[in-house]
């Protein structure tokens, strides 16, 4: 008897990740990496920066293309769509990471902010995903669309009308995506993270005094999630183990949706029922 496959193995894969240069999105291609696969950056950061994850990834063994790009230019994504696949050879696995907000009152966002964010948010992916599927398609290959959404996809928060509403239309984009594309063997699912300790994160939420502490006493978990806790969603999503998923979606949020009303300061304090031993 042959053996059992490795579940998570993406040895002979190679994953396109967008917005990788730091936080989740160089977490999750780390985290292909070292489960096997071959990545390629694609990042509007500077190629320095991103050039460092790069070489992270090939002491692990792992091949690593950079290339610098502005996700907001939706009109140049098809060409370097094409670029990454001639250079890499194919792209099995497309994790549309990249992304962005303003923490602003609604009366106060601009136009040039309104645009700005659905250009990142939306059309930068759906414009790459667009290119990398017709290309998986022509090569038969079976691969996975894996968009990195937000609880916010799911629920409203103050200050964040537009990337509430960007999140929001990745949930049925995905799922739109993973009807047309499910014929061809292509999954489309989503990973939706909620307060997640990353630069991005600090830069427009938890430098508000009070907020981390006010945020982790809403969590019932009672901690803000890591790059660590998204990237293994994304793995397992990109994995042989995940197979039969399709336009899913994966919260990661440690508890914070699953209560209708925060509550736990109004009840008793926690009491062992069971018996000691004597």
């Known amino acids: 008897m042959s053996a059992a496959p490795k579940r998570f193995d993406l040895s002979g894969k190679t994953a396109l990740v967008t917005g990788a240069s730091q936080g989740i999105g160089r977490g999750i291609a780390i985290a292909l990496a070292e489960h096997g696969a071959d990545i390629a950056i694609v990042d509007r950061a500077a190629e320095q920066e991103t050039e460092k994850v790069a070489a992270h990834i090939r002491t692990l063994g792992r091949k690593a293309w950079v290339y610098r790009q502005d996700i907001a230019q939706s009109e140049q994504l098809a060409a370097i769509a094409d670029r990454v696949w001639t250079d890499a050879g194919k792209i099995d696995i497309l994790v549309n990471n990249a992304g962005m907000a303003y923490l602003e009152r609604f009366n106060l966002i601009t136009i040039e902010h309104w645009r700005r964010i659905f250009a990142v948010n939306v059309e930068g992916v759906f414009f790459l995903t667009q290119r990398i599927a017709e290309r998986m398609i022509a090569a038969g290959i079976k691969g996975r669309i894996i968009n990195v959404s937000s609880k916010n996809g799911f629920v409203a928060?103050?200050?964040?009308?537009?990337?509430?509403?960007?999140?929001?239309?990745?949930?049925?984009?995905?799922?739109?995506?993973?009807?047309?594309?499910?014929?061809?063997?292509?999954?489309?699912?989503?990973?939706?993270?909620?307060?997640?300790?990353?630069?991005?994160?600090?830069?427009?939420?938890?430098?508000?005094?009070?907020?981390?502490?006010?945020?982790?006493?809403?969590?019932?978990?009672?901690?803000?999630?890591?790059?660590?806790?998204?990237?293994?969603?994304?793995?397992?999503?990109?994995?042989p183990a995940a197979a039969y998923i399709n336009g899913q979606h994966i919260i990661n949020d440690g508890g914070v949706l699953a209560e209708q009303m925060p509550r736990m300061q109004f009840m008793p304090p926690y009491k062992n029922t069971v018996a000691k031993k004597a």
């Open 157 to 239: 928060e103050a200050g964040l009308a537009h990337y509430n509403a960007t999140k929001g239309a990745i949930e049925l984009l995905t799922r739109t995506l993973a009807i047309e594309l499910g014929q061809h063997g292509i999954t489309a699912n989503t990973i939706a993270p909620g307060c997640i300790q990353t630069e991005i994160g600090h830069d427009f939420a938890f430098d508000s005094k009070g907020f981390e502490p006010y945020c982790q006493e809403h969590i019932p978990l009672g901690r803000l999630g890591t790059v660590e806790d998204c990237a293994g969603i994304v793995v397992f999503l990109a994995s």
